[in-house]
């Protein structure tokens, strides 16, 4: 390796420790103002996740272009130079993404047209003003020196500590009343009516909801610029979605990303200055959302192949256990088949297969998977016998399929050639209580025992 290439990884390695150790003050005041940005968005966006309002952001992060743009040149008309004032900007974006919003609510209470087209017309609208003030800013004389470009694509390490004090205030803020009216937004989200008919100022609440959207929007602009803003808001809760139900928790952790999200960002991007620190926090978002796609508990693909695969073996083992029993019924008799006597008989494995017409090599799946579990024992000639566990299940499971049976006959009119694909679907899903409930409306039809079966036994094709 040549000296400049040891030369050249010596320096990338130490602008990587440097900005993980964060050693420069310049970083270390990014981070903490980006970091409570994150965590602001991620709880200001969960409510208009569900409100059903994760257009809305993006509409703000557009209507607020016009604004920067005429701040811009008001600024400049009145008092030449003062238009790169970051203060003025953002009030010129803040005036312009209120009143987009504003125009969008108008539109929904005034008209039949539904939220996600009043979105997009107010969206349309304001982007197509904002591009046309761009052009007349771009040719005045200090438009191309006026750092505007900044707003749009975002630039965090032009942050100076005045400007990172402001994002962490106004985040502070909108973290604290978020949470001071927490209880009512929910409320607004889940029921609006029954929140209107409990005394709550839903319209007033609404209007809070978007004010905060517009705030986090706003102070975002400089962090990661008006294209990025709107994942801010919507990645960390989206992704927080994927691990809960219970809100609460889903909003902690939907906080929790987006400051993580801002906070891996801007190391990411100190450590490689080349990289754009505000597409390397919606990129870090993006990862952790994969993350969350993926594993999450609740509704992870993971999660949730793994619950649908233990379901199916569930299914499985069930219908094999209840095939051992009608198997053995007719030898020992209905009123007979106690769990002692199931265990004394070989069933042929032949028999057995034919039983649900099972695939070959579902049914040796099966199978194998019973006598690993202690349900089945295996025997040399070809056969098998249930153990007093296996029994005990496979009485169970011919229980509860029974009186769901024995339910659908007596208690609806459906054809009873149905009756036994139909108890298929449900049997493996009703709990004790449920089971007790069945016995009770059928006047306690075999009372913790097991009911003869309401039609003829035949060779049914396995469960899909």
């Given at each position: ?229 709107v994942a801010l808001l919507l990645i960390p809760p989206t992704a927080a979605r994927f691990w809960t139900n219970d809100l609460k928790i889903m909003s902690g952790l939907a906080a929790a990303i987006g400051g993580a999200s801002c906070a891996g960002g801007v190391v990411l991007s100190a ?143 459906l054809d009873p050639r149905l009756v036994d694909r139909g108890a298929d679907g449900i049997e493996h899903v009703l709990d004790p209580d449920q089971l007790a409930e069945l016995e009770r409306r059928l006047d306690n039809e075999s009372p913790h025992g097991v009911p003869p079966s309401p ?10």
């Amino acid at each position: 390796m040549s000296a400049a290439s040891l030369l050249a990884a010596d320096s990338m390695w130490e602008l990587f420790s440097r900005a993980v150790s964060l050693r420069d003050y310049n970083t270390r005041v990014v981070l903490a103002g980006t970091t409570m940005l994150g965590v602001s968005g991620g709880l200001v966006g969960t409510f208009l996740i569900l409100r059903k309002r994760a257009l809305a952001a993006d509409v703000v992060s557009h209507a607020a272009l016009p604004g920067i743009a005429l701040a811009f040149l008001l600024a400049e008309r009145f008092s030449p130079g003062s238009g790169r004032s970051t203060g003025v900007l953002l009030l010129g974006a803040f005036v312009s993404g209120l009143l987009g919003m504003a125009m969008t609510l108008a539109i929904r209470s005034w008209t039949r047209i539904k939220d996600d087209a009043a979105l997009a017309i107010v969206l349309g609208l304001f982007f197509g003003v904002g591009t046309a003030l761009f052009t007349v800013v771009q040719k005045t004389k200090t438009g191309n020196a006026a750092g505007l470009r900044d707003f749009v694509f975002g630039k965090t390490a032009s942050l100076v500590a005045a400007d990172v004090w402001l994002i962490g205030g106004i985040s502070v803020v909108v973290i604290v009343l978020c949470s001071g009216v927490f209880k009512e937004l929910s409320l607004l989200c889940f029921d609006e009516e029954f929140a209107a008919a409990r005394g709550y100022r839903t319209t007033l609440l609404d209007g809070l909801l978007t004010l905060m959207a517009v705030t986090v929007t706003l102070i975002g602009l400089q962090s990661v610029g008006l294209l990025l803003v709107v994942a801010l808001l919507l990645i960390p809760p989206t992704a927080a979605r994927f691990w809960t139900n219970d809100l609460k928790i889903m909003s902690g952790l939907a906080a929790a990303i987006g400051g993580a999200s801002c906070a891996g960002g801007v190391v990411l991007s100190a450590a490689f200055p080349r990289l754009a620190a505000g597409a390397v926090i919606v990129l870090t978002g993006s990862g952790l959302f994969l993350v969350s796609l993926v594993f999450g508990k609740e509704r992870g693909l993971f999660p949730r192949w793994r619950s649908q695969r233990q379901f199916e073996q569930r299914i499985g083992r069930s219908d094999l256990l209840r095939a051992c029993y009608e198997l053995l019924e007719p030898i020992l008799g209905a009123n007979e088949t106690t769990q002692e006597s199931l265990t004394k008989f070989e069933i042929d494995e032949l028999e057995l297969s034919g039983m649900r017409q099972w695939p070959a090599g579902r049914f040796h799946g099966l199978v194998s998977t019973a006598v690993r579990e202690g349900l089945l024992v295996s025997m040399s000639t070809d056969g098998y016998q249930l153990t007093s566990r296996g029994a005990e299940e496979a009485r169970d499971a011919v229980r509860r399929h029974r009186l769901w049976e024995i339910y659908l006959l007596t208690q609806t009119d459906l054809d009873p050639r149905l009756v036994d694909r139909g108890a298929d679907g449900i049997e493996h899903v009703l709990d004790p209580d449920q089971l007790a409930e069945l016995e009770r409306r059928l006047d306690n039809e075999s009372p913790h025992g097991v009911p003869p079966s309401p039609h003829p036994l035949a060779i049914t094709a396995e469960t899909p």
